[in-house]
Every structure is written in structure tokens, then in C-alpha cells.
């Protein structure tokens, strides 16, 4: 049996650090993470977080959903999307190998 698809959106910021996004859009990174916690709770959102970055190339994040249309809503409504400050956000399929259905 194959194990499970999900799918990861992986977005990458105009800030260089999350100190930045902090000063710079501080309601803007509240209502991003206050609606994560609500999709984690929801179960539409199974992890998310950004990597940890040297300060000196744009924040990137990472959020894996459990389907495709659950990724595509998580970018659709997300704040800094909406704002126009994720200059790339690519969904891909990615197949964990320690998931079973």
C-alpha cells in the first residue's frame, strides 16, 4: 500500500528574518499564526513553521496539509498572500515514507 500523499506549500517571504516580519507587520504575523493554530485545530493543517534562516536570504516557511484543497485555502487565506509579500508559494506532493492509512 502507498502511503498517504500530502501536500506542502512552501512559501518564501520579502523579509530576511522573522525579527523583521515581527517589527515591520506585527498584526499581519498574529493573524498569520492565530489562523494556523485554527486550521491545525481543525485538522487541515498538519505542521507548519519556518526554517531557521543566517538573516542574510528571505524567510522561508513551510506548512504540510492532508490535501490539496486544504494547501490551496491555507495560501488563498493567509495574510502575507493576501498582502502581496509571498513572492512564491508552490503546493507539491509529497509522500510520507512512515505515514500509513
Known sequence: MEPP????VQMTLAYTSLAQAREEAPAM????IARAHALHV???????GAF???????V????????REAAEAFVAGD??????????HPIRVWANMFASR
Open 42 to 48: 481543525a485538522g487541515e493543517l498538519l505542521m507548519a
Open 5 to 8: 500523499a500530502y501536500h506542502v
Open 29 to 32: 504575523l498574529a493573524d498569520h
Open 60 to 67: 522561508e516557511t513551510m506548512a504540510v496539509c492532508g490535501s
Open 52 to 58: 531557521v534562516a543566517d538573516g542574510d536570504s528571505p
Open 79 to 88: 495574510p502575507f498572500v493576501q498582502a502581496a509579500l509571498v513572492p512564491s
